[in-house]
């Protein structure tokens, strides 16, 4: 089963109708040739003069001040077009914010903020929201990776990142039976580690070996639960390139399957969460989100060769 051209273009018509300028250009940028400076051009707007980002990058919190989040959804975009510039403004600017230690506690940086409670916002970013066992790794493992790849070695805030990373290694080999999202932020530290190729500094196939059998256990526990928010297969396995697709080959192909059955009239994916409140905001919010499930889902058909040609 393979998506076909007529409904390729359904939903590329949704997206220029629909999607903010952002997301537009990462659309143009993935499939239509599109130029990686536009996506950055467009990310800038979020960018607060500080180097962190707000103004609602991440979808589901309006808060327009630099947040550790919202930092790190601008870090996933620059990893999702592959910039890697350490030099230039937008990747030194977030540098510098972090190095702020900005809404940093302990050893981590805030999952939720006071401010993001004056802004129209999903009830998990609201601050009583926070939980230990989701505030962890989420961001701080993105981005205590991200400055071990982008941050000058000799710099205070690398050597904090280091002692950062290696106390969440530590902790993820003690403990590796953690949630979905704990476990992508895991995933994203231990791509940037490699990335920085300080593999020799961390227990690195230990913590690989780990991540995987963590992946294969949410992937079994979540089967049943696809049109639910739920672990799918190609939350890790996002190529015929990734270590365990041979593992999970045939419950893969059964997703992808899915995922093209499970498109609406509309040519594009219904999200499987709503806010409490903030109703008029959150239907914005909800045709955001819309655009960024149909840009990853048609990322992965298109990587497992389910779009025709």
């Not at 403004?89 to 903020?113: A, H, M």
Request: overall charge negative.
């Amino acid at each position: 089963m393979k998506l076909s051209k007529s409904d390729f273009d359904l939903t590329k018509n949704w997206i220029y109708r629909n999607a903010r300028h952002l997301d537009f250009v990462r659309w143009q940028y993935h499939f239509e040739n599109g130029c990686k400076t536009d996506v950055l051009d467009a990310l800038l707007a979020y960018q607060n003069p500080d180097g962190g980002f707000g103004h609602a990058l991440e979808a589901d919190s309006w808060n327009p001040n630099s947040t550790p989040i919202q930092t790190a959804t601008a870090v996933q975009i620059l990893k999702e077009i592959n910039f890697a510039d350490q030099k230039s403004p937008l990747i030194q600017g977030i540098v510098r914010y972090l190095g702020s230690k900005s809404d940093f506690e302990g050893n981590r940086w805030k999952n939720t903020v006071e401010s993001n409670n004056h802004y129209p916002h999903a009830p998990w970013w609201h601050t009583n929201s926070d939980q230990p066992t989701r505030s962890q790794y989420n961001p701080t493992a993105i981005l205590g990776g991200f400055l071990l790849q982008f941050s000058e070695k000799d710099s205070t805030i690398y050597k904090d990142a280091l002692e950062i990373i290696h106390h969440l290694t530590d902790s993820f080999l003690k403990d590796p039976q953690i949630e979905m999202h704990p476990l992508l932020c895991v995933s994203d530290m231990l791509s940037y580690i490699h990335e920085a190729n300080l593999q020799n500094q961390f227990s690195y196939t230990d913590l690989c070996l780990a991540l995987h059998k963590q992946v294969q256990a949410l992937i079994k526990q979540d089967a049943n639960n696809w049109s639910e928010y739920a672990f799918r297969p190609s939350r890790y396995i996002q190529s015929p390139d990734n270590v365990l697709y041979e593992e999970n080959k045939e419950i893969l192909n059964k997703e992808l399957d899915y995922v093209l059955k499970s498109r609406n009239a509309e040519g594009v994916w219904d999200i499987t969460w709503s806010w409490e409140n903030y109703e008029k905001e959150f239907a914005v919010s909800e045709n955001w989100w819309k655009a960024d499930v149909a840009i990853k889902n048609m990322l992965l058909l298109q990587a497992f060769g389910r779009i025709e040609d």
